[in-house]
């Protein structure tokens, strides 16, 4: 959702996916320019003890800050139009 990378480390074999990420603990490099609490948050979500993980209620808590954090789409269009 971030960037336009196939989300799998190894498309073309599937069970490989599952190894590298299940049994490996690999995950895809977060671009530099995303936000710093997005990529907080996602690798959060990716920490290998469950117990460490944030609770859904926790995520949809930080989701919300940031959307309102966010400028509206309608701002983002005139940002666009400007450059």
Do not use: K, Y
């Not at 603990?25 to 995303?34: C, I, S």
């Amino acid at each position: 959702m971030l960037t336009p990378r196939a989300p799998h480390l190894l498309p073309d074999r599937p069970t490989q996916v599952v190894g590298a990420v299940g049994f490996n603990h690999r995950r895809l490099a977060l671009p530099p320019d995303v936000a710093p609490d997005i990529s907080a948050l996602i690798s959060a979500c990716w920490d290998e003890d469950p117990r460490a993980r944030p609770s859904f209620r926790s995520i949809l808590e930080q989701l919300g800050r940031m959307q309102a954090l966010a400028p509206s789409p309608s701002c983002m269009q005139a940002r666009a139009r400007d450059m």
